[in-house]
């Protein structure tokens, strides 16, 4: 038998403590066992110029190589490849979704530029919508499409943002989580990039731009947190280049001065960047996607259709006079159109009626000559 000892914790709730073991600890083991029979998916899109090394942080990050052909700057618009791999790590099985730009930042019109990319994010978010409202839906096996985290590519000019840069970013920062990265980071300077760093985070501030923010509520986690809201956008090193140091083979880059180690966490924020991704933000990123940017398209796009929570007295609308109010309205419509149908019939009916009439004297005046014509002529 179990034994509870029980705590009085408010009016409402007694808090209870297990004296013995009873079983319920064993619920998260529950959900890890699941999680890995269904395997994880992750989407990621990767927003930035043709040639800042897109391709080659995603390779960097996951550790695969997967040759793909340059991407040309002379598109007349802004295209989005889309490529899914499926990962394994230690018999976890990872479905990773990329979408990257192709030939963003090449075209003179900028407003081509970011809303093709504004209209793949909403896109998915719409196809969710619509299972959603199926009367039969599988969200379990879905294939959600919604994408988790932007990775926003910013040139290491080491100067400011560019007016696209905050023009795509504005026009997305709602949709999805935007983590912005300092491509190529080892074009710059150590205190150029504490510069550029600090230029560009008080331009997103004063544009009011939103981006991740790594929570910082969060008990366990606030400090590390906190340091890495700090770090903010992450210098980012990509290259498939193994290079030796010392006895070590490691991943990095050869300069004629030396080697930049891409893993090395005082050469770049790669590392800070991979273990948020992998190890310990993507439900995070996955939760916020669905809970704060899904929510607010389907509540805009309900709104649409006309579906409201309250009404105008605020009081709550139940769904059920919802239904009869819209399908009364929708009656009184088709009645409407089947009457001015009904209208236009009688009229043509009408305007036949005459036609035929004419018709017909003319018809009988004709078979009357033709009757004279035998009387006086005789055929
Ligand atoms: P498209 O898909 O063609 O738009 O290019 P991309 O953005 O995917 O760039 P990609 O990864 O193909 O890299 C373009 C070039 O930049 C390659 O020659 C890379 O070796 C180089 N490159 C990539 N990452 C870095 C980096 O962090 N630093 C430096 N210096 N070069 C890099």
């Known amino acids: ?71 040309s700057h002379f598109y007349s618009k802004v295209g989005l490849k889309v490529k899914t791999y499926e990962l394994q790590d230690r018999n976890i099985p990872l479905k990773l979704t990329v979408v990257k730009t192709v030939g963003y930042g090449d075209q003179i019109n900028k407003e081509a530029s970011y809303q093709p990319v504004v209209d793949y994010l909403d896109a998915q978010f719409e196809a969710y919508l619509q299972e959603e409202l199926k009367i039969k839906r599988s969200l379990v096996d879905y294939n959600d499409s919604r994408i988790h985290v932007c990775l926003y590519f910013i040139a290491p000019t080491g100067h400011s943002l560019k007016s696209l840069d905050l023009m795509t970013m504005k026009n997305i920062d709602r949709r999805v989580n935007i983590i912005p990265l300092i491509a190529k980071a080892d074009a710059l300077s150590k205190s150029d990039l504490q510069r550029f760093k600090s230029n560009i985070m008080s331009e997103l501030v004063s544009n009011g ?73 993507m439900e995070d990123l996955k939760d916020q996607t669905h809970t704060q940017h899904y929510e607010c398209y389907r509540s805009s796009r309900l709104q649409q259709l006309g579906f409201h929570d309250t009404g105008p007295d605020s009081q709550p609308v139940s769904f059920q006079e919802m239904y009869e109010a819209k399908r009364q309205e929708f009656h009184a419509q088709c009645q409407r159109e089947e009457e001015e149908l009904k209208q236009t019939f009688m009229q043509r009916v009408k305007e036949k009626e005459l036609t035929f009439k004419d018709a017909e004297k003319e018809a009988r005046i004709t078979h009357l000559t033709s009757i004279l014509w035998v009387l006086f002529f005789g055929g």
Not at 252 to 267: C, D, F, K, S
């Open 1 to 71: 038998a179990h034994h509870w000892s029980a705590v009085e914790h408010n009016e409402n709730i007694r808090c209870l403590t297990t004296l013995g073991h009873f079983g319920f600890e064993c619920l998260p083991t529950q959900l890890v066992n699941r999680s890995i029979q269904k395997g994880f998916s992750f989407n990621i899109l990767c927003v930035g110029e043709t040639g800042i090394g897109k391709s080659t942080l995603i390779n960097t990050l996951f550790n695969i190589n997967l040759k793909e052909s340059k991407a």
């Open 209 to 281: 731009i939103r981006i991740f923010q790594f929570p910082e509520d969060d008990e366990d986690a606030a400090q590390v947190n906190t340091s890495v809201n700090g770090l903010l956008p992450f210098a980012v090193v990509g290259s498939m280049e193994e290079v030796k140091v010392g006895k070590r083979m490691v991943r990095g880059r050869h300069y004629p001065w030396g080697v930049l180690q891409v893993e090395n966490e005082n050469h770049c924020d790669f590392v800070k960047l991979r273990d948020l991704l992998l190890c310990t933000h």
